[in-house]
């Protein structure tokens, strides 16, 4: 068995209830099954609504060390008062937290996405990519990008709802050579 100390998150924020119905069982499987087989102690989650938080509440589930990743602290300042909760909940479970920036600024996100990539790679770990293959733009399909490049991706796949582990074409499409 491969061995992946650390395992990353990048995706979508906006996400249906079929989508969250199908990806929270899902979540909760595979992270204890790269825990349990794969020897992985440690997930980063860039603490972002949707699929960031689900993963960070799975991996917290399975009893991985968590770190937060934010762009900058004021992040979810203009979040409805519950997604708020949340999120300082969440941070007060992490191991460590980074922050990328002193104060909103769109490079900020591509700059935390880079560190959920880094934080993996570094590590010699995985990327979960909760991410709608149809949709190529925005911060998700930027770092799913990235990560094709360096990491091992396991695709939760939000069009056709099921999990793809690495080598999974679509995000083998993304690699640097298969773009020539």
């Not at 900020?108 to 990327?127: C, I, K, P, S, T």
Request: proline fraction near 7%; include cysteine.
């Amino acid at each position: 068995m491969t061995n992946w100390t650390a395992v990353s998150v990048t995706g979508h924020r906006d996400l249906t209830d079929a989508q969250l119905a199908w990806l929270r069982p899902e979540l909760d499987r595979v992270l204890a099954k790269l825990r349990d087989e794969h020897g992985t102690t440690d997930a980063a989650t860039g603490v972002a609504l949707g699929s960031d938080i689900e993963f960070g509440w799975a991996a917290l589930h399975a009893n991985l060390q968590l770190h937060a990743h934010i762009p900058f602290p004021q992040q979810p300042d203009r979040w409805p008062y519950p997604d708020r909760e949340i999120y300082r909940r969440m941070l007060d479970r992490c191991t460590s937290k980074t922050a990328y920036g002193p104060t909103y600024d769109p490079r900020w996100f591509f700059a935390r996405n880079q560190g959920l990539v880094d934080f993996a790679a570094e590590r010699g770990g995985v990327m979960v990519a909760i991410w709608d293959p149809r949709r190529r733009d925005g911060g998700t399909f930027d770092a799913v990008k990235r990560a094709a490049s360096v990491l091992p991706v396991i695709h939760f796949d939000l069009e056709r709802l099921q999990v793809h582990g690495p080598g999974c074409s679509c995000v083998e499409s993304l690699k640097p050579s298969a773009l020539f």
